[in-house]
Nanobody, 124 residues
Framework: QVQLRESGGGLVQAGGSLRLSCAAS????????MGWFRQAPGKEREFVAA????????NYIDSVAGRFTISRDNVKNTVYLQMNSLKPEDTAVYYC?????????????????WGQGTQVTVSS
């Protein structure tokens, strides 16, 4: 069993920055691939970024590549999402999730555990 808790959301002006954190409980954190997803009002939840077990590799959707950076600390059992140059279209509830894929990056359905989400609002 893994519990995930996000924090760090808030209201920021366009062009600003936020750093989201996701604290995980459970002994299997370091063996998991961690991902960030977001869901805007009236839209489906979408993948944002993922990070490998060791933290050496990241994967991003095109719309955030170069602006967002995912990282993790396997000692603190925490994954982060540094968000720079924020845009109003980044406004959403952000969720972290954990997966244990057999190979490669996980498919959406392979993310087993999810946090409750943290609201990010970017004003224009």
């Amino acid at each position: 069993q893994v519990q995930l808790r996000e924090s760090g959301g808030g209201l920021v002006q366009a062009g600003g920055s936020l750093r989201l954190s996701c604290a995980a409980s459970g002994r299997t954190f370091s063996s998991s691939t961690m991902g960030w997803f977001r869901q805007a009002p009236g839209k489906e939840r979408e993948f944002v970024a993922a990070i490998s077990r060791s933290g050496s590799s990241g994967n991003y959707i095109d719309s955030v590549a170069g602006r967002f950076t995912i990282s993790r600390d396997n000692v603190k059992n925490t994954v982060y999402l540094q968000m720079n140059s924020l845009k109003p279209e980044d406004t959403a509830v952000y969720y972290c999730a954990a997966a244990w894929p057999k190979t490669g990056w996980p498919r959406r359905e392979e993310y087993i555990y999810w946090g409750q989400g943290t609201q990010v609002t970017v004003s224009s």
